[in-house]
T-cell receptor, first 112, second 112 residues
């Protein structure tokens, strides 16, 4: 792997289903982030992790959960998907909390 | 309320001209500002960072200015090329904060 990867690339999901979006980085960055990007609203922070073992809530955390068991992986889980969670989701990492961020290619999620 | 604003209207310019994009913020005290480029279907890519005590930063054909009195950053692309066509996001990291705040972006079209 080189950089930061996300899976799946896209997904169509029935409302009420559980879904985990995967994010892995190989840069040994301490900080990792999950954003959603909606037209006209820009990137909004869902959850973040400043270092392995810690997580925090961002601007729009409701309906989402994260874990950071190790440095490389930062999965985002939708426990029971709703149509308003239809969006493009980006994972990002950074060496520290006040550095430039490196973004993954994104996951396009549609909840019907 | 706190806001970070970029022109939502697309900017259309002729190849060879200088493109200037604006980022204004309200009720934030940024430690620094960043500019990212985002191509359709891809994640943002970091371009430049400018700190609060810096007036100007350059990188090849790119120039960023930061005016803490006007609460504004300007992003310039000189000798623009069609390949510069993309959406450009500004982002600020506030003093005492723990996360980067992104603007919604401005779409730039450079015509040959």
């Amino acid at each position: 792997i080189a950089g930061i990867t996300q899976a799946p690339t896209s997904q169509i999901l029935a409302a009420g289903r559980r879904m985990t979006l995967r994010c892995t980085q190989d840069m040994r960055h301490n900080a990792m982030y999950w954003y959603r990007q909606d037209l006209g609203l820009g990137l909004r922070l869902i959850h973040y992790s400043n270092t392995a073992g810690t997580t925090g809530k961002g601007e729009v955390p409701d309906g989402y959960s994260v874990s950071r068991a190790n440095t490389d992986d930062f999965p985002l889980t939708l426990a029971s998907a709703v149509p308003s969670q239809t969006s493009v989701y980006f994972c990002a990492s950074a060496p520290g909390t006040n550095n430039e961020q490196f973004f993954g290619p994104g996951t396009r999620l549609t909840v019907l | 309320s706190q806001k970070i604003e970029q022109n939502s209207e697309a900017l259309n310019i002729q190849e060879g001209k200088t493109a200037t994009l604006t980022c204004n913020y309200t009720n934030y005290s940024p430690a620094y500002l960043q500019w990212y480029r985002q191509d359709p279907g891809r994640g943002p890519v970091f371009l430049l960072l400018i700190r609060e005590n810096e007036k100007e930063k350059r990188k090849e054909r790119l120039k960023v200015t930061f005016d803490t009195t006007l609460k504004q950053s300007l992003f310039h692309i000189t000798a623009s090329q069609p390949a510069d066509s993309a959406t450009y996001l500004c982002a600020l990291y506030p003093h005492g904060g723990f996360k980067t705040i992104f603007g919604a972006g401005t779409r730039l079209f450079v015509k040959a």
